[in-house]
């Protein structure tokens, strides 16, 4: 017999039983109706909105205890690191290649740090997202080789777990001027502020620390960010410079004063443009925190000219990684400090 006339004699059985259950002289009793539970059909208030999501007392407290352990006296080799670092986690800094897992996260902080002895911290700014920290600092130590005093400013962001184990670090110093000031970095660096007055700037400074509030004007400062840097891109200078204030002032970490003024704004962007061609800006991260802006970003293009002390290179081609924070006043752009390492381009003319 075929398949079909199998199932066809399976449904006619089906049907046969099925009249003959009803014709018999038993009765099948209906199973009694469930339950209806009438208070789960009315009308529920709404829950309460919690907010915006935050970070934990764990996390809060990721930046210093980061920052401790470098500083650890007991831990010139950086080993302490460990304690504070997620298994799986990732370090970047722009002339050395990304490195993860906990172990390799250590040595790469030896191998930048683990030069100067007596290593100290001071925080000057702290912004803080729901699983992002941005640091900004100033470290003290002494060169061991040169035995020479350096104290110079960096950047570090932190991605954390609830827990406070931090999963990333991209750390963001100038190793051209602080090997300027340890005695055996280029002499155009050593005009610098020595040592003693960035220690002096940093204890006199008072730490700053901004939450993060996901807030319309944030939101406002971040498309405010995303323009400038559009208009650098494009060589729109008077754009560039329109979301400025009349005062800016741009702070980088290989310069003895800022630039000043919607004018020095212009005339970057047209020097940038006359050293890189072909040049291009890509957004890495951005974040607003209060009235500030903080963008991780990458230029590419061919270098045509110098770029502060670092002439052009043979292999022209080159990225460079970049973070702006940016202090924003009525909308416009008052201030920014920025950090990045111009050694990069020496060391990994196209890292990826």
């Given at each position: 017999m075929g398949t079909g006339a199998k199932s066809l004699a399976t449904l006619c059985l089906y049907v046969a039983s099925s009249w003959l259950m009803g014709c018999s002289g038993e009765t099948v009793t209906r199973p009694p109706p469930p339950p209806v539970d009438w208070a789960s059909l009315a009308a529920r208030p709404p829950s309460p909105d919690a907010g915006p999501p935050s970070a934990t007392a764990k996390e809060r407290a990721a930046a210093d205890a980061y920052l401790a352990a470098l500083a650890s006296p007991a831990s010139p080799d950086c080993a302490a690191l460990a304690g504070v670092l997620d298994e799986d986690a990732h370090f970047a800094f722009a002339g050395l290649k990304d490195v993860f897992g906990r172990d390799n996260v250590v040595r790469a902080h030896q191998i930048l740090l683990g030069a100067f002895e007596q290593r100290s911290f001071a925080v000057s700014r702290l912004l803080i997202t729901h699983d992002s920290q941005i640091i900004e600092w100033v470290m003290t130590g002494v060169h061991k080789a040169t035995h020479k005093r350096v104290a110079f400013k960096g950047l570090s962001l932190l991605w954390t777990k609830d827990d406070g184990a931090i999963s990333n670090v991209r750390l963001y110093?100038?190793?051209?001027?602080?090997?300027?000031?340890?005695?055996?970095?280029?002499?155009?660096?050593?005009?610098?502020?020595?040592?003693s007055e960035q220690v002096g700037v940093a204890q006199a400074a008072s730490r700053e620390e901004v939450d993060q509030t996901r807030s319309p004007e944030e939101s406002a400062n971040v498309a405010v960010v995303r323009a400038l840097l559009d208009a650098f891109e494009n060589a729109d200078a008077d754009t560039y410079a329109g979301a400025m204030t009349d005062d800016v002032e741009v702070a980088s970490l290989a310069s003895v004063e800022p630039l000043r003024g919607m004018a020095a704004a212009r005339a970057y962007v047209k020097a940038m443009h006359r050293s890189i061609a072909e040049l291009d800006v890509s957004i890495d991260n951005v974040w607003g925190v209060g009235p500030f802006v903080v963008v991780e970003y990458h230029i590419v293009g061919e270098q045509r000219g110098p770029l502060g002390v670092v002439p052009a290179q043979k292999n022209?081609?080159?990225k460079m990684y970049r973070v702006d924070v940016a202090r924003l006043r009525d909308g416009k752009i008052a201030q920014i400090q920025r950090y990045d390492n111009p050694a990069q381009i020496l060391a990994a003319p196209m890292r990826q």
């Open positions: 110093f100038d190793e051209l001027a602080v090997s300027a000031q340890a005695g055996i970095g280029p002499k155009a660096l050593r005009a610098l502020p020595r040592a022209n081609l080159f």
